[in-house]
Nanobody, 125 residues
Framework: QVQLVESGGRWVQTGGSLRLTCTASGRPASMGWFRQAPGKEREFVAAIRWADNNTFYRRSVKGRFTISRDKPKNTVYLDLNSLTPEDTAVYYC?????????????????????WGQGTQVTVSS
């Protein structure tokens, strides 16, 4: 099974920026970012399909967050800009390795087989 290692979470001031990084031990078919705030369910943030670089975003982060990949390194990045306290959460990287990823599977946790350990992002003034 693919192993994932995440990094980059930290405290950042409101309006600030951050980059999260996740490296997979093998080539994925898709990679995604999810987040979970205290007392809330895990929610989709962004995803990227490895073969064609197609990306999907949660509506509330579109235009502020950017997902990108380094294909040879099996690494995905999430650039977070214009952060607000509502973005505070544990951010999880996920990898899908089976089949041909489509939007409906890439935007739900069930579409992924491997998960990172999570990295805390805290936004406050």
């Amino acid at each position: 099974q693919v192993q994932l290692v995440e990094s980059g979470g930290r405290w950042v001031q409101t309006g600030g920026s951050l980059r999260l990084t996740c490296t997979a031990s093998g080539r994925p078919a898709s990679m995604g970012w999810f987040r979970q705030a205290p007392g809330k369910e895990r929610e989709f943030v962004a995803a990227i399909r490895w073969a064609d670089n197609n990306t999907f975003y949660r509506r509330s982060v579109k235009g502020r967050f950017t997902i990108s990949r380094d294909k040879p390194k099996n690494t995905v990045y999430l650039d977070l800009n214009s952060l607000t306290p509502e973005d505070t959460a544990v951010y999880y990287c996920a990898a899908g390795t089976r089949g041909t990823p489509i939007m409906s599977t890439m935007t739900t946790p069930e579409g992924y087989e491997a998960w990172g350990q999570g990295t805390q992002v805290t936004v406050s003034s």
